[in-house]
């Protein structure tokens, strides 16, 4: 059996934690409590099991032995899987699988409680079994120590977290399971103190276990085990009462009709329900205090909101004994939590309470003190949690008004204009509880009252107040939208509100004001928008959803009664209203939600006469463009060719263009008439017909008018003279923009004949050439109205319009110059990229307005965005987009969107020209830093940092898939290269070329490039040094190394990186990680691995030391005079020679040929490509089974002190050869050929052979110092010097035989020279 001696709490897989309690008296002593008596049941403990009687091999063990499960008989074992294989499901009814458990459990308790410990730990995903062995002797937590290590660790999914359809119902089954356990366990199995005391001491013990499946299971079971017990508690309590009512009743009676014998039965049952209540307490506060008290603030969120959404479940259902501050405090505490899981559940389980009036009165201390909390959470970044803090607070509201304060409504308030659509509703409906839903008293009897003594008058008014001190009155849609589902029937009294504006205000009534009246039309206007259209504003849904049946019939019958409504109440409003051009633009747009067929069916034409006739007057009247607009949508609406009144429509509309286009004319020829002076009167009279012909020309095909050729006048006349006023320009351009596109829809629809295509064609030019003038023109807000049109005409002329099978529209493709494209990207560069500070005439002088600010940038990001449309779609060379990407990083808050977006989709159309476009930029912020700053400007500068984070900006916007931009990143490699050395520098090659700094930045490309790649942009980089470049170490040439090593980082392993021995830097970071090498070893397999990685690290790290040098290639060491050694620093003082040169020749002799048998290994490719030096490097194998060490060792994996030693010593600098590390001998062979690529090294003349050479050499120098306190290894080196120098005669040999040109002398000096020892010997 399972005895509870302790509850870790802090439980590891290999020691016991400090335990909850000293001692478990609860659950312990359970051997002497099954002997007494108890409700009636004997508690004795069951026979035992016939696995008990004997016991097989592996008993005690997992299971698997032929006959046995679980340590009892296999059939026990079928129905424990069973009952968890029934639990998966989920098909089968709980409560006869719960009955079966209950026979077995009264058959043989051990067996049935086994059979239920097994089952919990099924159901944690742990494929171990708990044996009767275990369940007799073991202690919990040893069981559970046990099953943590048979855990399955593999994979972390467990039936609780696992998805697939075979798991999705489990979590609910295995709640439902316990639940029902319970319920049939809850009148003698639960009171026997076995099956309870060990069911929850096991799960104690599971849910502080430090693995999350066992954890999360018990406390979920823990807690659907505490929410059955809280059922139980409250029966029983419902019983008492009833018990004890019954026991008064019969003792109240007279002592003759008193049953004493009920009395004591009664009695009896009272005790009876109060001590099983009394256990069922001890048991919930053994769940409650050592599992929830630890599981409510778990590290795992999933675990914590399983603890407070049981503890809403208790105070809810046994208020009594849980809805208190004990209980409540941890609800609150929780609704701090980090994650947006439990804090749902907190306010969930609140609402369970506050929805219960009954309740409120044990809240009151929690909510005084939460309840700021409980506000605050309105602005969850959690959008579900805002939208149930809002509803708790509506039930804290109907609740007790008192509770909230004006500051905590006005908090909740604004949320109605939120973009989110459930927080909007969650707080419209606040809003209506709270202002709307109240009534008096005396309007109960005006019920049936319509238009302005409804009872809705009063609530539309206090919409309006509300909207109008939001101070939000572009948002009217979204406030509509947020009270729509609960207010809709207020927000459909179209008829109170008519009345409100057309009907006097009755007596006593204070009449709407001018502006609570602009307010009403808006709300109005919205209302009727939202019935007729049936989807939320823009910005509040993801789209036009499908309407139901009814949704569409309910959308019917609103613009029916719509239609007849406003059919006859719109002129009357536009009559009352027709002078305030606000109120004027939202009337005209009703009808655009009409029923027309109802003008016909309903006999209204009288009614729509009257309409046409206030919007004719309305046009007269009126200069406003959103007027004009409106009523032009209005006609447009109107003039449907479905319905029968297009006809009356069409003639009212054609009558009122042809009185337009005449005036206009006619004010026209007096406007242009020569050596006349306009006057202010003739320019407002042509202003305003432009005006109004404009605004119709937008909706309607005006071609039969012919405005093309009076516009075109007005603007040539413009260009000619250059007093035209403003705005007469800006609608000219307008108007002859709208003519351009009526015309072309006309020849793409219909067919067209050639004459109108050529005829259509010369317009279109002569009216990008108009434009383009104006480009120029003083006006700023010209010059934006012409670059805004010439961008939608070019974009609209491109190739583009011959899409879709449009060949014949052939003709019409236009493509700007040069120069035209040239304008545009200046106007972009003047008008777009300004400082906020600058741009003070495009909002008339109101920069210190915030909204016009807002307005401003919108406008330019609207430029930028036209400009950026004609790069994308190739209408522009995309070169042009250089000047656009350079402002990348310094507007990137303003138009980093838009930017990027266009360098996307110009990589998308050309990568290779989009990566010359984006080096482009970087040259050209370059040049104009050198323009500014001169050539000997700062490398660390604010400039050239930001051009550099620019560049490293620009890098990432590749990607990381480097070969779908291969070809793009070579191509910015080489056009970097080449812009970095094309201007020499005038003081000759000494000093570096102007703009090699520009290599700084091009390396922070070299990421990008594939391995191969490296070598390839490398070499093509050493096209363009000359050999005193390779040498210099000034800090003026660090770009280049700098560069350089970005190459070879990380390149290929035939790569080789010469680094200057002066730099004790990268020596002493590859000395920390390597032992001084004092002998010959063998190098493990692990350490040459790292090795190899970190010398391409340490020359990264290393990369902008000032004194490395990078690869050299040769230069005569006969340029300068060697330096003369004095006596103490010459090699005869530090390695002094032994007399006795007889007492070792054979050590010569043995050193001299590993040496040779070295170098012929590392010439090898060379004596392919060289068949005249084949025979003379050619020496026997016969040492190479001894040369164990590998060649890293020789360069890389000296002693500390042997490089700094040797370069002390020498009269030039020595460099290290970082060579490819080798394994062995089998390794050096197939590595040596490719360190001496011959397509590296062998591609050019033999005399940069000899250069290459001439590496080794240095690379020999190096190795031919011993260290200082290895005297005793003197001669072998010598011997080994001699071999060596030998063979490297043997190569200048031939390669002079290849090269005659060179000078042998300069060539001996320069290899001499290197070490007056080695002359010496």
């Known amino acids: 059996m399972i005895a509870a001696p302790e509850i870790p709490t802090d439980f590891t897989l290999l020691q016991e934690s400090e335990t909850h309690f000293s001692s478990d008296t609860d659950f312990e002593d359970i051997e002497g409590k099954n002997q007494k008596q108890g409700k009636g049941k004997t508690c004795k403990k069951g026979k035992k099991g016939p696995a008990e009687k004997g016991k097989s091999g592996n008993g005690g063990g997992k299971p698997g032995g032929p006959n046995r499960m679980n340590g009892h008989h296999q059939q026990n074992g079928v129905e424990n899987m069973m009952l968890f294989e029934v639990v998966k499901m989920g098909k089968s009814a709980m409560q006869s699988v719960v009955d079966d458990w209950i026979e077995s459990y009264k058959h043989d308790r051990d067996i049935a409680l086994l059979d239920l410990i097994n089952f919990f730990i099924q159901c944690s995903g742990c494929k171990g079994v708990v044996t009767a062995e275990m369940f007799r002797h073991m202690q919990n937590s040893e069981i559970i120590r046990k099953m943590t290590e048979e855990f399955d660790e593999d ?85 008492m009462d009833n018990t004890q009512r019954q026991y008064e009743a019969e003792r109240n009676k007279i002592i003759g009709k008193r049953a004493n ?177 109240r009534r008096d008293p005396e309007d109960d009897g005006i019920l049936k009252r319509r238009g302005r003594q409804s009872p809705n008058a009063n609530l539309v008014k206090t919409l309006v107040f509300f909207f109008l001190e939001s101070e939000l009155h572009e948002h009217a849609a979204y406030l509509v939208d947020s009270m729509w589902d609960c207010a809709t029937d207020l927000l459909k009294d179209w008829e109170c509100m008519n009345s409100l504006l057309l009907e006097e205000p009755l007596n006593g009534e204070e009449p709407l004001t001018d502006r609570q009246e602009s307010a009403l039309i808006e709300i109005m206007l919205c209302t009727i928008r939202q019935a007729a259209e049936c989807h939320p504003p823009v910005g509040r849904g993801t789209g036009k959803r499908v309407l139901t049946a009814k949704e569409k019939k309910t959308q019917l019958d609103d613009r029916t009664k719509i239609t007849e409504l406003f059919a006859v109440a719109l002129p009357q409003l536009l009559a009352k209203y027709s002078v305030d051009a606000e109120k004027v633009t939202n009337l005209l747009q009703l009808p655009q939600y009409f029923d027309l067929e109802i003008y016909t069916t309903g006999r209204l034409e009288k009614h729509l006469d009257a309409l046409l006739r206030q919007i004719r007057d309305i046009v007269e009247k009126h200069t406003d463009i959103d007027v004009l607009e409106a009523c032009s949508k209005t006609y447009h609406a109107l003039c449907n060719e479905e319905f029968t009144i297009f006809n009356r429509v069409d003639i009212a509309r054609s009558q009122l263009i042809d009185e337009l286009a005449d005036k206009f004319n006619r004010l026209l020829e007096d406007f242009l008439q020569e050596g006349e002076e306009p006057d202010e009167d003739d320019a407002y009279q042509v202003l305003s017909t432009l005006k109004r012909i404009t605004a119709f020309h937008n909706a309607h095909d005006l071609s039969r008018w012919d405005l093309f050729g009076c516009n075109y006048k007005l603007l040539k006349t413009g260009i000619e003279n250059g007093d035209m006023p403003e705005q007469i320009v800006i609608h000219a351009l307008q108007c002859t923009h709208y003519v351009i596109l009526w015309q072309l829809a006309k020849v793409t629809e219909s067919s067209s004949t050639k004459e109108d295509l050529l005829r259509l064609k010369k317009q279109m030019r002569v009216f990008c050439q108009i434009c383009q003038h104006y480009l120029t023109n003083v006006n700023t807000a010209v010059k934006e109205q012409a670059f805004t049109i010439l961008c939608d005409v070019l974009m609209i002329f491109s190739h583009q319009i011959m899409t879709g099978g449009r060949d014949m529209l052939e003709p019409l493709v236009y493509t700007p110059d040069s120069s035209l494209q040239s304008e545009l990207l200046s106007f972009i560069l003047d008008h777009v990229f300004i400082d906020q500070d600058d741009d003070n005439n495009s909002a008339d002088g109101q920069q210190d307005d915030e909204a016009s600010k807002i307005e401003a940038l919108h406008k330019r990001r609207n430029l930028l965005a036209a400009f950026c449309k004609l790069i994308v779609y190739t209408v522009v060379e995309m070169n042009t987009a250089a000047d656009i990407f350079k402002q990348y990083m310094k507007y990137y808050n303003d138009y980093g969107d838009i930017i990027k977006e266009t360098m996307s989709k110009t990589r998308q159309i050309d990568k290779i020209q989009c990566a010359k476009t984006l080096i482009l930029s970087l040259q050209q912020l370059f040049n104009e830093m050198i323009q500014e700053n001169g050539y000997n400007f700062d490398r660390s500068s604010p ?116 680094i200057s021995g002066i730099s004790s830097r990268g020596s002493t970071v590859r000395n920390k990680k390597t032992k001084p090498a004092t002998g010959k070893r063998k190098v493990p397999e692990a350490e040459e691995s790292s090795s190899s990685d970190s010398m391409w690290l340490n020359r990264e790290q290393t990369m902008h030391t000032p004194v490395m040098m990078q690869t050299p290639q040769l230069t005569s060491t006969i340029m300068r005079e060697p330096k003369r050694l004095r006596p103490e620093e010459s090699y005869m003082g530090v390695y002094p020679m032994q007399p006795e040169h007889h007492q070792a020749p054979l050590d010569y002799k043995q050193q001299e040929e590993a040496a040779r048998q070295q170098q012929e290994r590392a010439a090898m490719n060379y004596v392919k490509l060289r068949s005249n030096l084949q025979h003379a490097i050619r020496r026997g194998t016969s040492l190479m089974e001894d040369d164990e060490e590998p060649i890293v060792e020789d360069v890389m994996m000296s002693s500390e002190g042997r490089i700094e030693d040797l370069n002390e010593g020498m009269d030039f600098d020595t460099m290290d050869i970082d060579l490819p590390p080798s394994k062995n001998r089998r390794e050096r062979t197939e590595l040596k050929p490719d360190f001496f690529d011959p397509a590296s090294i062998m591609d050019e003349s033999p005399f940069l052979t000899l250069c290459s050479w001439y590496k080794i050499t240095l690379e020999i120098t190096s190795y031919s110092k011993p260290a200082e306190d290895s005297a005793t290894r003197l001669p072998g080196n010598l011997g080994q010097l001699g071999g060596i120098w030998k063979t490297v005669m043997y190569f200048f040999t031939a390669l002079l035989q290849c090269e005659p040109v060179l000078v042998m002398g300069e060539v001996l000096n320069a290899v001499l020279n290197a070490n007056p020892y080695i002359l010496y010997q």
């Open 155 to 239: 994979s972390g999914d467990y039936p609780l977290t696992m998805a697939g359809p075979q798991w999705k119902k489990f979590k609910s089954s295995f709640c439902e399971f316990i639940g029902v356990l319970v319920r049939q366990c809850q009148y003698s199995i639960i009171y026997d103190e076995y099956m309870m005391d060990t069911v929850i001491s096991l799960l104690t013990g599971l849910s502080d276990s430090q693995v999350r499946a066992f954890r999360h299971t018990s406390t979920l079971a823990a807690m659907k085990l505490m929410t059955a017990l809280v059922n139980v508690a409250l029966n029983l309590s419902i019983n």
């Open 261 to 437: 014998d009920r009395l004591e039965l009664l009695l009896q049952k009272r005790k009876e329900l109060q001590e099983n209540q009394d256990e069922i307490e001890n048991m919930m506060n053994a769940i409650f205090k050592g599992v929830f008290v630890h599981r409510y603030r778990d590290a795992i969120a999933e675990i914590r909101a399983i603890c407070i959404e049981e503890i809403g479940i208790w105070m809810k259902m046994y208020s009594d004994a849980f809805l208190n501050d004990s209980y409540l405090k941890y609800v609150g505490w929780t609704m701090h939590d980090k994650q947006g899981e439990v804090r749902l559940k907190c306010l969930t389980a609140l609402q369970g309470l506050y929805y219960n009036k009954e309740l409120n009165s044990k809240l009151e201390l929690f909510t005084s003190r939460f309840k700021d909390r409980i506000v605050s959470m309105t602005l969850d970044k959690e959008y579900d949690v805002a939208v149930q803090a809002i509803k708790l607070l509506t039930l804290v509201l109907q609740s007790s008004e008192e509770v909230l304060t004006a500051e905590d409504c006005e908090n909740v308030y604004h949320l109605v204009y939120s973009a989110h659509r459930p927080v909007a509703v969650a707080a419209g409906e606040f809003l209506y509880k709270k202002l709307f839903s």
């Open 943 to 1058: 400039t050239f940092s930001g051009i550099k984070e620019l560049a490293r900006r620009f890098a990432l916007t590749f990607g990381l898939d480097q070969l779908k931009t291969r070809e793009a990143i070579a191509m910015l490699h080489k056009d970097g290269i080449e812009f970095a050395f094309k201007e020499p520098n005038p003081q000759g090659e000494s000093h570096p070329p102007l703009n090699l700094a520009f290599l700084d930045i091009l390396s922070e490309f070299s990421s990008k490039l594939l391995r191969q790649d490296k070598r390839t942009v490398y070499v093509y980089l050493e096209k363009f040094m000359t050999f005193q470049m390779s040498l210099r170490r000034e800090d003026v040439w660090l770009p280049l190394m700098s560069y350089r090593n970005s190459l070879l980082a990380g390149g290929d392993d035939d790569t080789m990186s010469v």
